[in-house]
């Protein structure tokens, strides 16, 4: 089993997402599948154009020669794709829409019934794949997430892929604080892990474990209150030199 997980955060490995997309993959890897990451951060991925060039002239190929002609038949060949993106403005990063975008030439410019929807057919060896979201967001409440995750559902519906669950973590700043601690947090990261494990040995993750990868680390009193002690700590700082 083949999955490649795009990591869009800007700090990559060193982010909040990563903190709960690492463990995933790594559960993934414990049950046998092949995981490769990549981040956007590293990849020149231009904008879609619009032109459809890939549909009608060089069916297939996209006319803009960048990253994406490596990228495209990775996700092409894998059997799970993990999406990871910090929550931007209630949704995903630019970098991550700008290669959603650009999977057009996967798909055909012809129209079939498929659940009850126009959709397009995919091209070649097409086939319905697993999807995971992975997001992690500075707000402490579990619902800023809701308009990405309906995105996400939708993004699955038009490829044909299965959503799979998503791996949500609120209040994020805070599950790395509580880490270097020790002993407060480690079942949240062990529930990531087993995330991983569950997708690849059954094909899905329960909504118990799920649940406690986003579970309340700390009153929401508590968490604002120290964060803008925090960032007013830094702004004094600055102020000071």
């Known amino acids: 089993m083949k999955a490649i997980a ?7 490995e060193k982010g909040n997402t990563a903190v709960i997309l690492n463990p995933l993959l790594d559960g993934m890897k414990e049950a046998g599948a092949d995981v490769e990451v990549l981040y956007t951060k590293k ?61 057009i030439p996967m798909a ?7 659940n009850d929807h126009i959709r397009h057919p995919g091209r070649g060896e097409s086939r319905p794949k697993k999807t995971v979201l992975v997001s992690n967001c ?36 805070a599950l790395k604080a509580m880490l270097e601690i020790g002993g407060l947090v480690e079942d949240v990261i062990e529930a990531a892990r087993d995330c991983g494990r569950q997708l690849v040995r059954d094909g899905k993750i329960s909504e118990e474990t799920l649940n406690t990868v986003c579970r309340d680390l700390l009153p929401r009193e508590d968490y604002f209150q120290n964060a803008n002690k925090n960032f007013q700590q830094a702004l004094d700082q600055r102020a000071s030199k």
């Open 6 to 12: 795009i990591n869009s955060s800007p700090n990559m």
């Open 138 to 173: 500075g707000f402490w409440e579990l619902d800023n997430f809701d308009a990405l995750v309906v995105h996400m559902k939708a993004i699955c519906k038009n490829t044909n892929s299965e959503f799979s669950g998503a791996l949500l973590r609120p209040h994020g700043p």
């Open 43 to 103: 990849l020149d991925i231009k904008p879609c154009q619009g032109e459809f060039i890939c549909w009608l002239k060089t069916p297939g190929e996209c006319f803009q020669k960048d990253d994406m002609e490596m990228v495209r038949p990775k996700m092409s060949e894998a059997d799970i794709w993990v999406l990871a993106t910090p929550l931007y403005v209630d949704g995903m990063t630019g970098p991550m829409k700008n290669l959603v975008d650009r999977i």
């Open 108 to 114: 055909q410019p012809f129209f079939e019934i498929r």
